[in-house]
Each structure stands twice: as structure tokens, then as C-alpha cells.
Nanobody
Framework: QVQLVESGGGLVQPGGSLRLSCTASGSIGSIYDMGWYRQAPGKQRELVARITRRGTTNYADPVKGRFTISRDNAKKTVYLQMNSLKPEDTAVYYC?????????WGQGTQVTVSS
């Protein structure tokens, strides 16, 4: 059974930093894209950042220049370094992993940016 285990969320002051991690375990097979999405209260889930197997990245406009996505293929892990956090970054962050035939989601980790 495939599991995605996320960590690194929490409460941080505006301007602070957090690093999220997500590790895949189980018989997941070959991983293609890995990414992070977020969902704020009352809003739809949206893409934050995505990285291909070869390392090509793309970011949502609100996080460009502040967030960095990376991955370690050997560890089946994707990271999201979040700097200069703003209150509007507050949301539940979900890890997403795509294989050739499946789409997996983590359980979500809360990120709260508040003074």
C-alpha cells in the first residue's frame, strides 16, 4: 500500500520560513511529477509548486521568488522550502505524487502564518 507522509508544517510569524517534506513509501513504482498544493478555508485546492522527474519546476505566481521545490529521487521525497511567509500563505498543504497510472495525495499539513 502506498503512503505519502508529510512533515514540517506549523505556526510561523510573517516573514518566517518553514520547510515541508513528503516521503513516499510502499510499492509506488516509477514516480513522475511531484508537487505541493494548498487549500485555505473556504477556497479551492490550488497548485503551489511542481517538479518533474528531471527537475523542471513551475510555481504559482503568488509564491514565485519565495518558495523553492526540490526532490530526492533516491529517497522518494519532495521538499518545499517556504521563505518570506505571509498570512495569505496560511492553508493546509498537500503533497501530490504522480506515477504513470496513479495519482497519490498526502494527508495534509497545516501551515499557519500569524503574529
Amino acid at each position: 500500500q502506498v503512503q505519502l507522509v508529510e512533515s514540517g508544517g506549523g505556526l510561523v510569524q510573517p516573514g518566517g520560513s518553514l520547510r515541508l517534506s513528503c516521503t513516499a513509501s510502499g510499492s509506488i513504482g516509477s514516480i513522475y511529477d511531484m508537487g505541493w498544493y494548498r487549500q485555505a478555508p473556504g477556497k479551492q485546492r490550488e497548485l503551489v509548486a511542481r517538479i518533474t522527474r528531471r527537475g523542471t519546476t513551475n510555481y504559482a505566481d503568488p509564491v514565485k521568488g519565495r518558495f523553492t521545490i526540490s526532490r530526492d529521487n533516491a529517497k522518494k521525497t519532495v521538499y518545499l522550502q517556504m521563505n518570506s511567509l505571509k498570512p495569505e500563505d496560511t492553508a493546509v498543504y498537500y503533497c501530490n505524487v504522480k506515477t504513470l497510472i496513479n495519482d497519490y495525495w498526502g494527508q495534509g499539513t497545516q501551515v499557519t502564518v500569524s503574529s
